[in-house]
């Protein structure tokens, strides 16, 4: 069984990797606009379903880390 003490410890961990990805994302979309005029189709398709794929992750994220706060308090 967690203790308060493990859940805020992963809280702590899950809102480290979404700043992760929100750092990664904000990475892919520059290389995004950057790279427009350069990519082939299948590489602008490539990055954008990454891009979807990273902040539904994030946004699942957020659930967790809202659902943990609230069994915290």
């Avoid at 003490?5 to 750092?23: P, R, V, Y």
């Avoid at 904000?26 to 290389?31: A, E, G, P, Q, V």
Wanted: proline residues 0%.
């Amino acid at each position: 069984m967690m203790n308060a003490d493990d859940i805020k410890k992963g809280i702590e961990c899950m809102k480290a990797q979404k700043k992760s990805l929100e750092k990664e994302i904000l990475n892919l979309k520059t290389h995004l606009v950057r790279g427009v005029y350069d990519m082939g189709s299948e590489e602008l398709i490539t990055v954008a379903n990454k891009i979807a794929y990273l902040e539904k992750r994030i946004e699942a994220g957020r659930a967790k880390i809202d659902l943990a706060e609230l069994i915290v308090r």
